[in-house]
């Protein structure tokens, strides 16, 4: 199994600043892509960025210039830097990683617990 832990969440105002963080565990599996979802309250959860092995990344429109994903391939973490922070970023935030297990050679989805976001003054 795969578990993400995520951190980092929290209240910040308009126009402010959070990185969330993720750590994997991993034991029999091999990370592959990473990322970010989040699920505002009545709508339905949505791709957020995503970074591959390799270093490329990709986002949502919504959050391009203003978000920054990255990893550490190594501490097996990925982490989401959220700058120019508006309102309508609002919501729960979940790590996701696609991990093959090398036993089977299958890849799985799995996902953190969600940590909340919000931006209000």
């Known amino acids: 199994q795969v578990q993400l832990v995520e951190s980092g969440g929290g209240l910040v105002q308009p126009g402010g600043s959070l990185t969330l963080s993720c750590a994997a565990s991993?034991?029999?599996?091999?990370?592959?892509?990473m990322g970010w979802y989040r699920q505002a309250p009545g709508k339905e959860r949505e791709l957020v960025a995503t970074?591959?092995?390799?270093?490329?990344?990709n986002y949502v429109d919504s959050v391009k210039g203003r978000f920054t994903i990255s990893r550490d391939n190594a501490k097996n973490t990925v982490d989401l830097q959220m700058n120019s922070l508006k309102p309508e970023d609002t919501a729960v935030y979940y790590c996701?990683?696609?991990?093959?297990?090398?036993?089977?050679?299958?890849?799985?989805?799995?996902w953190g617990q969600g940590t909340q976001v919000t931006v209000s003054s």
């Open positions: 996701w990683a696609m991990a093959m297990e090398l036993t089977t050679f299958l890849n799985h989805n799995y």
């Open positions: 991993t034991r029999g599996f091999r990370l592959n892509t």
């Open positions: 970074v591959t092995t390799g270093g490329t990344t």
